[in-house]
């Protein structure tokens, strides 16, 4: 006998209420698009589970993919069988010995959610138990902390017996905290920031902000690799290129220096908001994090700010370098973040900006030029792709010939 489900659960969703059924909706939908190259499997839900029937399809591979779905808590290899004492010992045996048990401990923890079920819990735990014990070798009981828990649930639709717990991504499904747009640098800090809002629920939309000739096609790239990294959590995401040049050139000889860092973030904002409008987003993400930068201390956050009464969602804010550095790694963004090619945040960069900036000055200093007509040149001149696993770019396309 073999594992031949899947049981997943909930966690953090259990709590929902009147809403638990749209989460639990948005997570099977969200597990059969990830799921979707195994076509014999079959998902099935209850009021507090989700079931994939496996029908045959191997494990190991669909493992792997549920780890990088947001909404489940845990989920376990699973060993279904009908509502039969002597079954459902076979199965509980058969599951021990789907794993190296020898030299280990084990426990047995029934319950008995199908209470019309003749037998007990307690009743359950010993007969289970003592049938594991005569028909395995080296392998002893210790009810406290057993190295295998053998879990029995008695339900009305059948017997599932697991015995190991797989940490899921936690958080909840993609989708269900509506969407936001995440202004995506290149950098470090902003994939992890989408990660982080994507784990709350949201769906997003990337913007990134393009200025050639003084980026390159290789810095445009870099983004794009770090879209398809974050896809393996939501599926397909929009990346909009926001052609950025005319408008930094613009900075440079109109601002003071001081100012042209702020002016610059906040002429990204109102592009990231009106891209927001066009798309029907409900607020925008970033990977700030508080007093990490000139532009990142909190008069510059409020003198950016002004722009827009969009919500401004910033999950790093209380985050040093190095908790944010360990989430990129986790996440397999860091390497291309660091890749040596410069984004528009990095070019024009003041040597002294101003770190307490006052939104009166930089209204000011903007008045002077047209600034709405080149946002809503720089808006109608955005590209939009669509990212997911299998994009190829250009460079891939022309190794396939």
């Known amino acids: 006998m073999k594992y031949d489900h899947i049981l997943i659960r909930f966690g953090e969703m259990s709590t929902k209420g009147k809403n638990r059924k749209r989460f639990v909706y948005r997570l099977k939908r969200n597990i059969e698009k990830k799921l979707r190259d195994f076509k ?3 998902i099935e839900q209850t009021r507090d589970r989700l079931y994939i029937r496996l029908n045959g399809e191997s494990h190991e591979n669909i493992i792997e993919q549920l780890k990088h779905v947001f909404g ?6 699973a060993i279904r069988t009908e509502n039969d004492l002597e079954k459902i010992k076979e ?13 280990k401990t084990f426990k047995v923890t029934a ?8 037998i007990g819990s307690n009743e359950l735990n010993y007969e289970i138990g003592s049938y594991i014990l005569r028909n395995t070798e080296n392998l002893t009981v210790n009810v406290h902390e057993p190295d295998i828990d053998v879990r029995v649930e008695v339900r009305q639709g059948g017997t599932d017996i697991t015995c190991k717990d797989i940490p899921g991504a936690g958080g909840l499904p993609v989708g269900t905290s509506g969407k936001a747009m995440l202004m995506l640098s290149g950098g470090i800090d902003s994939p992890v920031a989408g990660y982080l809002a994507m784990k709350r629920g949201l769906e997003i939309e990337a913007v990134h902000f393009f200025s050639p000739p003084f980026t390159s096609e290789r810095a445009k790239q870099k983004v794009i690799d770090l879209v398809k990294k974050l896809t393996e959590y939501s599926g397909k995401i929009k990346l909009h290129i926001v052609p950025f040049t005319e408008i930094q050139q613009t900075i440079q000889k109109q601002v003071p220096d001081g100012y042209s860092l702020i002016s610059t973030r906040r002429m990204m904002l109102r592009i990231t908001d009106a891209l927001r ?7 925008i993400v970033t990977g700030e994090s508080l007093g990490q930068v000139a532009s990142q201390t909190l008069e510059s956050m409020a003198t950016i700010n002004d722009v827009t009464t969009t919500p401004i969602l910033r999950p790093l804010v209380a985050m040093d370098k190095t908790e944010i ?9 860091f390497d291309i973040s ?3 090619y410069e984004d528009c945040c990095t070019i024009f960069t003041p040597i002294a900006p101003k770190t307490r900036p006052k939104k009166e000055k930089a209204a000011h200093y903007e008045s002077f030029v047209d600034f709405e007509s080149l946002i809503n040149e720089a808006v109608n001149k955005t590209e939009t792709l669509i990212i997911d696993k299998n994009y190829k770019n250009i460079e891939e396309f022309e190794e396939l010939f």
């Not at 489940?72 to 290899?77: G, N, R």
């Not at 409008?277 to 607020?283: I, P, R, T, V």
């Open 325 to 333: 550095i360990e989430i990129a790694q986790k996440i397999d963004t």
């Open 277 to 283: 409008q066009k798309h029907n987003a409900l607020a």
């Open 338 to 340: 660091v890749r040596p």
């Open 40 to 42: 014999k499997i079959e």
């Open 91 to 103: 199965a509980a045996l058969a599951a021990v010995k789907e794993l190296p048990y020898e030299g």
């Open 111 to 118: 319950k008995r959610a199908y209470k019309q079920f003749p």
């Open 72 to 77: 489940i808590q845990s989920f376990s290899l």
